[in-house]
T-cell receptor, first 113, second 115 residues
Framework: DQQVKQNSPSLSVQEGRISILNCDYT??????FLWYKKYPAEGPTFLISISSIKDKNEDGRFTVFLNKSAKHLSLHIVPSQPGDSAVYFC????????????FGQGTRLTINP | EPEVTQTPSHQVTQMGQEVILRCVPISNHLYFYWYRQILGQKVEFLVS????????KSEIFDDQFSVERPDGSNFTLKIRSTKLEDSAMYFC?????????????FGQGTRLTVV
């Protein structure tokens, strides 16, 4: 039961352009969403989050958009830099009690110089 | 900056042996978690721990698994009798109270290889 889905396993973007990573979810009970970045042999690193009461959250080059009616969120990175090359995971949880994160499958982002 | 630390970074064990993976969560966090990632697959939730007891566990977390917070700083995951399919990266994470700092911070992981 894939409650959080990232349908693009990989994405290649030119340096300086915008990277858009997409995520869909099926569980309408989710009320908090996060993006994590992961390098090989390292743990996921938190990037940015958004509560379900918002539709946009921005932090520097990173912006997350949430469309609750479509059960869709996206991460925009602009401008993209070579150091952004990593696997990006979308995750979600239900705020009551423990943060049981449900992860998507990840999207491998490659930034080309 | 505070971080979650895990030891060892890599553990090789024979099938049927017991392993203990260790974690030191961020000191003022209240929730502790174990996740795992089998090579090439997504990160999967195993268990959450709050107030010295398991608050939620997944179907993966069967009787072979246990968690413990033996003192004020360590959080351990024990696999009693390892199987080949337990080979994975195991990540410990911690987070603050609900509604505050609601991001879970992850350790670097322990690569468990069962042979």
């Amino acid at each position: 039961d894939q409650q959080v889905k990232q349908n693009s396993p990989s994405l290649s973007v030119q340096e300086g352009r915008i990277s858009i990573l997409n995520c869909d979810y099926t569980n309408s009970m989710f009320d908090y969403f996060l993006w994590y970045k992961k390098y090989p042999a390292e743990g996921p690193t938190f990037l940015i989050s958004i509560s379900s009461i918002k539709d946009k959250n921005e932090d520097g080059r990173f912006t997350v958009f949430l469309n609750k009616s479509a059960k869709h969120l996206s991460l925009h990175i602009v401008p993209s830099q070579p150091g952004d090359s990593a696997v990006y995971f979308c995750a979600a949880y239900i705020i009551q009690g423990a943060q049981k994160l449900v992860f998507g499958q990840g999207t491998r982002l490659t930034i080309n110089p | 900056e505070p971080e979650v630390t895990q030891t060892p970074s890599h553990q090789v064990t024979q099938m049927g042996q017991e392993v203990i993976l260790r974690c030191v969560p961020i000191s003022n966090h209240l929730y502790f978690y174990w996740y795992r990632q089998i090579l090439g697959q997504k990160v999967e939730f195993l268990v959450s721990f709050y107030n010295n007891e398991i608050s939620e566990k997944s179907e993966i977390f069967d009787d072979q698994f246990s968690v413990e917070r033996p003192d004020g700083s360590n959080f351990t995951l024990k696999i009693r009798s390892t199987k080949l399919e337990d080979s994975a990266m195991y990540f410990c994470a911690s987070s603050g109270p609900v509604g505050q700092n609601t991001e879970a911070f992850f350790g670097q992981g322990t690569r468990l290889t069962v042979v």
